[in-house]
């Protein structure tokens, strides 16, 4: 299948910055093909994006301020004035919020114009400034956070996939409050923000400045968000290019360097771990003129949206990347694409855009816009979602407003006041018209206000209004963009008459004309249904119309009542509850040609379409209809994005064999009291993950871990029914021997057998002890032998029986 928001404020040299830091050549931005509007040039004017920004509002202004900085205040020893939030906030990421939030205020006020959005940025900023000050210039609500960046400035380094010296991910934590007061200052305009951002960066390299190049690396190890991004912007902002050192020293160059010789090793990794990386390697490469790691986040871009990215514009299963030439996971795991992960995408993609004025960049991030992003959030209450899962039949859980402190969250507040940023773009003399959307620019420079009126995807009728603001106003180059996804003609006219239609190069039309006060430009965006088959090649469609992926609801059982708000438990934002039976599912039958010739338009205002041929659910032989509606206004429901396909003969088999393998999940499932997927950032972090001298990756597709010291789990057996313990072992791993404890006593001792077919998986049993059987909670150690590895261990599972 297939942004910051503003331009940085004019760079300064500030008064923080260490004098015995020799001066060198200004540090600028190279040149791009395009520059974007800052925010408070481009105004919604209605539409489902609009009501998006404005939904989003409300959700900012029911956040309670003071319980987001109570972490900063009580890591600075300052009183609070309200408890800190639950969930996240509240279990070792203290603080991560409040970076988005300034972030989200900022992009917010850029956007609207309402007052009190900057009013409740600037409460936000004074009371992280005091915090600041009380902690010498550091700022962070990590517990007990000057402790641990103690040990890092002394080199006492111990990194995990996620975690730091025993903190959860202190690096991308304060990486959000970087990213949050450089938006404050460059979006929202606060020289406060810019003040407390740069003494955040003294304070940042005085505790790196006598760590090796290969002591940061170790530290990249664990999940960093894009430090070096926000190193890299800094670099402009002060002028002072140890912050470039910097942004480059925090580049991973694990990850980097494949890419830099375009190679895709992504299988297995956390994908919105890398993503932020990738952005940052871009931005350095922008400041620094580095063609070697533009290249590299070119091939990142590529693969990823071209190759492991499905319809609406998401990626990875349990926030991994999976392997890419099989999607399976994708349509049977519940845990589908992350809402963070194309959050980031569309960053890369903004920047990808902008430096090249390439049209396949705008695409996707259309693509994403429409289906991931747009539809990540409820359009009542404004709860934000997640996991999107592409699994056939099931459903999406939103967060609750005080409840739900998650990453998508923080990313998700942020979303809905970004929808303008690339509705345009200009250099001196030109304009580009990107996306169709309901939006008007104040092109102040030029001296005209320019405002696109559609109801796309609803009508394909679009009216180019043009006023001039300044009656000595310039005229100008106008490209209009000419999507692929068109199914006809964009017939363009100018006050009535066709247009003269200077060149149609690169996804645009050019008109060269001398425009004057009140032309108007007519023309249609032509589109019609289509199918998008899975990435891998397997028998699953989704339909969409032009850049618009439709779904169909779905209803698994007869009465069902859903819980789609989340509660404040740590993994709330998981949609747990049962999967859809097969026989409950719409299949699309024949040819996919064939479904789409029997589609028909719905008559009325809103996009629909009722599928009335090719269509069947076995359990309702007498359904033999389904209505597709735009995914992002399909809420509160069961739902289906990819259709499964079969001929009719393959119909009564395909069922058959559906219900014999949900039978056999759900008959593991029942029987499971608690299990741990090593390796994976949620389970463990829910699992309370311990362990020295382990390491974690990804074999065959199936994560693993292992350590030459010890590892150990914290399961939960609350009802007492546990009575056996189910690992998985890989067959290559012969002769390890270890030592299995449960709650500090001897379980087992193992030694790994050799197995015949050394790629394949295996389980063993291990029968529990009566004592251990009626503890609420089971410690489960590994601990290697002197000279030997525990592990690998590729699955946990208590058992009932």
């Not at 900085?69 to 004035?81: H, I, M, N, S, V």
């Not at 023309?523 to 699953?540: H, M, R, S, T």
């Not at 338009?601 to 509606?629: E, Y």
Request: charged share 20%.
């Amino acid at each position: 299948m297939l942004t910051g928001c503003q331009q940085s404020a004019t760079p300064t040299t500030t008064n923080n910055q260490d004098p015995t830091v020799q001066q060198q050549a200004a540090i600028n931005p190279v040149s791009q093909a395009q520059q974007a509007f800052s925010l408070d040039q481009v105004s919604l004017t209605g539409g489902p994006f609009w009501h998006a920004q404005q939904t989003n509002i409300d959700y900012l202004l029911a956040m309670k301020p003071d319980r987001l900085l109570a972490p900063y205040l009580r890591e600075a020893g300052l009183k609070t004035a309200a408890d800190s939030y639950g969930n996240w906030e509240s279990s070792g990421l203290d603080g991560h919020i409040g970076g988005h939030y300034l972030s989200a205020l900022s992009l917010a006020w850029a956007a609207s114009g309402q007052p009190a959005l900057k009013e409740r940025l600037d409460y936000m900023l004074d009371e992280l400034a005091r915090a600041q000050k009380a902690n010498g210039g550091y700022l962070g609500g990590i517990p007990n956070g000057q402790a641990m960046w103690q040990e890092i400035r002394n080199g006492n380094i111990n990194a995990d996939l996620f975690s730091l010296n025993d903190r959860w991910v202190p690096l991308y934590n304060i990486d959000k409050l970087f990213h949050g007061l450089r938006d404050a200052y460059q979006i929202a305009g606060s020289n406060q923000a810019k003040e407390m951002l740069l003494d955040l960066g003294q304070w940042m390299l005085s505790v790196t400045e006598n760590l090796s190049d290969e002591q940061i690396q170790q530290m990249l190890y664990s999940e960093h968000g894009g430090l070096n991004e926000v190193f890299a912007d800094m670099a402009l902002i002060s002028q002072d290019a140890r912050y470039l050192n910097l942004a480059r020293q925090f580049s991973h160059r694990t990850v980097l360097t494949p890419l830099t010789k375009n190679k895709d090793k992504l299988t297995g990794l956390h994908a919105n771990t890398q993503i932020p990386k990738v952005i940052g390697f871009l931005k350095v490469a922008k400041t620094a003129d580095d063609e070697a790691w533009e290249s590299a986040a070119e091939f990142f871009w590529q693969t990823v949206t071209q190759e492991r990215s499905v319809s609406i514009g998401g990626n990875s299963v349990k926030e991994h990347f999976h392997e890419k030439d099989d999607f399976t996971p994708m349509v049977e795991d519940v845990e589908g694409p992350e809402t963070c992960n194309t959050y980031n995408m569309m960053k890369l993609s903004k920047m990808l855009y902008l430096r090249t004025g390439e049209p396949r960049y705008l695409a996707f991030y259309e693509r994403a816009m429409y289906n991931h992003i747009l539809s990540s959030q409820h359009p009542e209450h404004g709860g934000l979602v997640y996991f999107t899962s592409m699994r056939p039949g099931h459903y999406r859980m939103y967060s609750s407003i005080q409840d739900s402190m998650w990453c998508c969250v923080g990313s998700g507040i942020e979303n809905h006041s970004k929808y303008g940023e690339l509705a345009y773009t200009h250099n001196n003399s030109d304009l580009w018209v990107n996306l169709y959307m309901p939006a008007a620019l104040n092109w102040q420079k030029q001296g005209w206000r320019v405002e696109t009126q559609t109801a796309f995807p609803d009508s394909s009728d679009v009216t180019v209004r043009l006023k001039k603001t300044n009656p000595a106003a310039s005229s100008f180059t106008l490209h209009l963009r000419k999507p692929d996804w068109l199914s006809g003609k964009m017939n363009i006219t100018v006050n009535g008459q066709p247009a003269q239609i200077a060149t149609t190069d690169a996804g645009f039309i050019t008109l060269q004309r001398q425009w004057h006060d009140n032309d108007t430009i007519r023309f249609q965006l032509p589109a019609k249904p289509a199918v998008e088959q899975l990435p891998d090649g397997q028998d699953y469609y989704s339909v969409l119309y032009g850049p618009v992926v439709l779904a169909t609801k779905v209803q698994a059982f007869e009465n069902e009542k859903l819980n789609f708000i989340a509660d404040d438990s740590r993994m709330g934002h998981i949609a747990a509850g049962p999967v859809c039976p097969p026989e409950a599912l719409p299949v699309m039958l024949g040819e996919p040609a064939s479904f789409l010739e029997g589609l028909e338009r719905v008559p009325g205002d809103k996009l629909a379409f009722v599928a009335s041929t090719n269509v069947a659910v076995a359990n309702q032989p007498d359904l033999t209809t389904s209505t597709l509606i735009p995914f992002f206004r399909l809420h509160d429901s069961r739902y289906e994005v990819y259709w499964p396909q079969l001929s009719e003969s393959d119909f009564s088999s395909f069922v058959e064999q559906a219900q014999a393998e949900a039978a056999s999940a759900e008959k593991l499932r029942n029987i499971t009291v608690d299990m741990v997927s090593p390796g994976q950032q949620q389970p463990e972090v829910e699992h309370d993950f311990e362990g020295e001298g382990t390491r974690a990756g990804v074999n065959n597709g199936t994560h693993w871990r292992d350590a030459t010291g010890w590892f150990s789990y914290a399961l939960n057996n609350e009802d007492g029914r546990a009575k056996t313990l189910r690992l998985t072992y890989f067959s290559g791993d012969t002769g390890r021997e270890f030592s299995i404890l449960v709650n500090g006593q001897r379980l087992a001792a193992v030694t790994l057998p050799a197995k015949a077919g050394a790629q394949d998986f295996y389980t063993v049993d291990y029968a529990l002890t009566e004592a251990m059987q009626k503890q609420p909670t089971l410690r489960v150690r590994f601990d290697a032998n002197s000279g030997s590895v525990a592990g690998g261990i590729y699955g946990i599972r208590l058992l009932s029986e």
